[in-house]
């Protein structure tokens, strides 16, 4: 079973800029894509940002394209999402997916349990 653990969430003014982390088990990286997501109060969990296992490859949501972005370390065992210029609307509750194919549809077989964000104005 793969295990994602999510940190680095926390309150941050308007402006700002905040770093979240997906610790993921091994392996994971070799047979997995890995996205964030979030949900906000009142409405439903949204993509995000991913990250394709083998090429690398990046996809943001219209909404976080230009200030947000993510990666991965070299180990391939922690994948981040840099968050920049962040609004009071980006306040939600983060999570790292883990998806096995994703040539049909956008349905992650694994989640994190979420790290809070929270910004300020």
């Known amino acids: 079973q793969v295990q994602l653990v999510e940190s680095g969430g926390g309150l941050v003014q308007a402006g700002g800029s905040l770093r979240l982390s997906c610790a993921a088990s091994e392996h994971t990286f070799n047979n997995y894509a890995i996205g964030w997501f979030r949900q906000a109060p009142g409405k439903e969990r949204a993509f995000v940002a991913a990250i394709n296992r083998s090429d690398g490859r990046t996809f943001y949501a219209a909404s976080v394209k230009g200030r947000f972005t993510i990666s991965r370390d070299s180990a391939e065992n922690t994948v981040y999402l840099q968050m920049n210029s962040l609004k009071f609307e980006d306040t939600a509750v983060y999570y790292c997916?883990?998806?096995?194919?994703?040539?049909?549809?956008?349905?992650?077989?694994?989640w994190g349990q979420g790290t809070q964000v929270t910004v300020s104005s």
């Open positions: 997916a883990a998806q096995r194919d994703t040539r049909v549809a956008v349905t992650p077989d694994y």
